[in-house]
């Protein structure tokens, strides 16, 4: 895969389709790598007549890492977010959507459709909201509008996912917490066999498994704060997808995002939670493809 220099960094991206086609710009969650994007989706965006492009955020995958940055504690943040005080962290979600600014700008591309999931979400939102000409189309699944007085994910779930595994530098024990995860927050309505969750969760870790990452990604969410006024201001065609079902961003948040965002649709999916279950790759790569192609007109 190759790499270029966007917002000072060195950012790892993918891209198929045709080179000439409009683009869609994919932008994943906290703490996953550009590859949780599943193939068959990204291929039928492509077949769908798009240049369908994934990156790794910063500090994840193989872009660039903050190694210096020191790793925050979580918890702490929560208390002192809760009582209003100023976060000082490596980066905000500000940040992070430079990056895709930046990518943008070095692959020449001037406007793009904008799919973010989870966290991705939410720098898909501040791309549509703040970069306005650089945004066709946006599309936000199971992500939310940061409004502190929204339902919080069950707590167990919430838990598991912050935690490190057992022996963290063990690759059995790092698979095995990765296969937990995904099984709590997983679409109970499309399951996924627990010999395909070890096979996505064991490429995930050959590839890159870098957990401080993940934490400080978690602190740009905690200490970026509420999106709602931002939301307000978006004007390109929205569209907000969330699973019925997500453990860990409950609908209440996407239908909480699609409320302030002006004339954005809202697409509910039964027996969906937090990921793209093989069983979910057609219904939201055919609702995402009809977006993008109205809103190119």
Same mark, same amino acid.
């Given at each position: 895969m190759p790499a270029v220099r966007a917002n000072g960094l060195t950012i790892e991206y993918e891209e198929r389709g045709a080179p000439d086609a409009p683009v869609i710009l994919l932008v994943m969650g906290f703490s996953a790598q550009l590859t949780l994007w599943p193939d068959d989706f990204c291929d039928a965006l492509a077949d769908g007549g798009f240049r369908v492009i994934r990156f790794d955020n910063r500090d994840i995958g193989l872009s660039e890492k903050f190694d210096d940055a020191p790793v925050p504690d979580i918890m702490n943040l929560i208390m002192r977010a809760m009582q209003g005080e100023k976060l000082d962290v490596a980066y905000t979600l500000d940040d992070m959507t430079l990056d895709a600014v930046g990518l943008l700008d070095a692959l020449g591309i001037e406007t793009a459709h904008v799919v973010g999931m989870s966290m991705g979400g939410m720098i898909a939102q501040l791309l549509a909201a703040n970069h306005a000409t650089r945004v066709? &189309?946006?599309? &936000? @699944?199971? &992500? &939310? !509008? #940061?409004d502190p007085g929204l339902p919080s994910g069950k707590p167990e779930v919430l838990q598991t996912l912050t935690n490190r595994p057992a022996d963290p530098d063990d690759r059995?024990?790092? @698979?095995a917490h990765g296969v937990k995860v995904f099984k709590m927050i #997983? !679409?109970?309505g499309y399951p996924v066999g627990d010999a395909e969750l070890r096979a996505r969760v064991s490429r995930s870790i050959d590839r890159s498994f870098y957990p401080q990452g993940a934490t400080r990604q978690y602190a740009a969410i905690i200490a970026s704060g509420s999106r709602v006024e931002a939301l307000k201001t978006i004007s390109v065609p929205a569209l907000v997808i969330h699973g019925a079902d997500d453990p860990l961003v409950p609908v209440e948040a996407g239908k909480d995002t699609a409320r302030h965002v002006p004339g954005a649709d809202l697409m509910i999916v039964e027996g969906m939670g937090h990921d793209i279950a093989p069983g979910l790759v057609k219904t939201l790569a055919v609702a995402i493809l009809d977006h993008c192609h109205k809103a190119q007109g």
């Open positions: 066709k &189309s946006l599309v &936000s @699944i199971m &992500s &939310s !509008s #940061g059995e024990a790092q @698979i #997983g !679409s109970p």
